[in-house]
T-cell receptor, first 113, second 111 residues
């Protein structure tokens, strides 16, 4: 089955700096890759997603890149703010498995004011 | 905008008791997913339903069962509860060609 690895497990940056979180997946049939932000006591919140027919997608300060050949995808957050502090999960899914999400192990991001 | 509603938010049970968790998906979403998240871990897929039929099954114990009703709400039934069942249980819903949206979960504590 699919396996998603996520690095780093923790990331501390200064406010205004950029943060990059990387994931790799194992199943070449996976074609949908969302990123979720989870704050304490809340459910995962979708922040951006990308499909396998696209190499890059951007939404304001957040961007995701996908390298299908290498089975890598990355989350880029620019101009980080203290409210970006949370746990971030990458995930992968494929259409013939009901699009269930296989998550990475998560990255705890701390943005220092 | 309407979100996924889960109830209860917190539940405390003792070993060997039963529990029922409820999920109300976003209107017009046709697929519901259940995930279990242990402390400091990522969410693990349990089971999903598409148009009220089970569509996929993950690492869900035989002691657990779930269903989706005619109004699209879903219930996760858990019996013979064990200490290891203490976790956050999330429901997510999805519409056609749309991403999964999660509720804020039910925190289940087994004493």
């Amino acid at each position: 089955g699919e396996n998603v690895e996520q690095h780093p497990s923790t990331l501390s940056v200064q406010e205004g700096d950029s943060a990059v979180i990387k994931c790799t997946y194992s199943d070449s049939a996976s074609n949908y890759f969302p990123w979720y932000k989870q704050e304490l006591g809340k459910g995962p919140q979708l922040i951006i997603d990308i499909r396998s027919n696209v190499g890059e997608k951007k939404d304001q300060r957040i961007a995701v890149t996908l390298n299908k050949t290498a089975k890598h995808f990355s989350l880029h957050i620019t101009e980080t703010q203290p409210e970006d502090s949370a746990v971030y999960f990458c995930a992968a899914s494929r259409p013939d498995s009901s699009y269930k999400l296989i998550f990475g192990s998560g990255t705890r991001l701390l943005v220092r004011p | 905008a309407a979100g996924v509603i889960q109830s209860p938010r917190h539940l405390i049970k003792e070993k060997r008791e039963t529990a029922t968790l409820k999920c109300y998906p976003i209107p017009r979403h046709d697929t519901v997913y259940w995930y279990q998240q242990g402390p400091g871990q990522d969410p693990q897929f349990l089971i999903s339903f598409y148009e009220k039929m089970q569509s996929d099954k993950g690492s869900i114990p035989d002691r657990f069962s779930a269903q989706q009703f005619s109004d699209y709400h879903s219930e996760l039934n858990m019996s013979s509860l064990e200490l290891g069942d203490s976790a956050l249980y999330f429901c997510a819903s999805k519409g056609r060609n749309q991403p999964q949206h999660f509720g804020d979960g039910t925190r289940l504590s087994i004493l």
